[in-house]
């Protein structure tokens, strides 16, 4: 299993961004897929997860903000995050639960007030 997050960077308050992650080694389509963050000095914490059947569910601080998204064709997930805040500055991991927890590389999101 491989994932791989990018699309990270900094970004002023109120701006956007759109992450992606790669996955391969497993049947991406018929898994479900999620989004963690970690901030400096804070647990990480999961923001969005995504079915097979492409139901989602969102984390109480993101909701309305940030849509989780995916492509079954080209095995890549997404989150494309709006009104972004400077609380939200943190890696972002992609995270699949596939008889162990599988952790990509994250993405650094950085938001300035």
């Known amino acids: 299993v491989q994932l791989q997050a990018s699309g990270g960077g900094l970004v002023q308050a109120g701006g956007s961004l759109r992450l992606s992650c790669r996955a391969s080694g497993f049947m991406f389509r018929l898994n479900t897929m999620n989004w963690y963050r970690q901030a400096p000095g804070k647990q990480r914490e999961m923001v969005a997860t995504?079915?097979?059947?492409?139901?989602?569910k969102y984390a109480d601080f993101v909701k309305g903000r940030f849509t989780v998204s995916r492509d079954n064709v080209k095995n890549m997930l997404f989150l494309q995050m709006n009104s972004l805040e400077p609380e939200d500055t943190a890696v972002y991991l992609c995270?699949?639960?596939?008889?162990?927890?599988?952790w990509g590389r994250g993405t650094q999101v950085t938001v300035s007030s």
């Open positions: 995504i079915t097979s059947g492409s139901n989602t």
């Open positions: 995270h699949l639960n596939l008889s162990r927890n599988w």
